[in-house]
Nanobody
Framework: EVQLVESGGGLVQAGGSLKLSCAAS????????IAWFRQAPGKERERVAC????????DYAHSVKGRFTISSDNAKTTMYLRMNSLKPEDTAVYYC?????????WGQGTQVTVSS
């Protein structure tokens, strides 16, 4: 079965750092594009970062560029989101995502709360 299991969320003070992990199983991980999304209370889902499995290129939302880093470890079939210089507006539920062959898989989401 396909599974995306997230970990690493929690409460952090503004200016702090946090690293999210997403362990994937049940599909050919390196054939999929991967991404992190987030959804803040009362707001629409936003794509934060993504990486192409084909050429390893990355893309970031303007609001997080220079602060967040997406990466993956194909041997461990795990993706990561390193978040530095966190701001209260980064508070959201963060979801990992994998897309390929017309399919999309989602993790359950992990809460990140940044206090002022």
């Amino acid at each position: 079965e396909v599974q995306l299991v997230e970990s690493g969320g929690g409460l952090v003070q503004a200016g702090g750092s946090l690293k999210l992990s997403c362990a994937a199983s049940g599909f050919t991980f390196d054939d999929y594009a991967i991404a992190w999304f987030r959804q803040a209370p009362g707001k629409e889902r936003e794509r934060v970062a993504c990486i192409s499995s084909r050429d390893r290129s990355t893309d970031y939302a303007h609001s997080v560029k220079g602060r967040f880093t997406i990466s993956s470890d194909n041997a461990k079939t795990t993706m990561y989101l390193r978040m530095n210089s966190l701001k209260p507006e980064d508070t959201a539920v963060y979801y990992c995502n994998a897309v390929g062959g017309g399919q999309a898989y989602w993790g359950q989401g992990t809460q990140v709360t940044v206090s002022s």
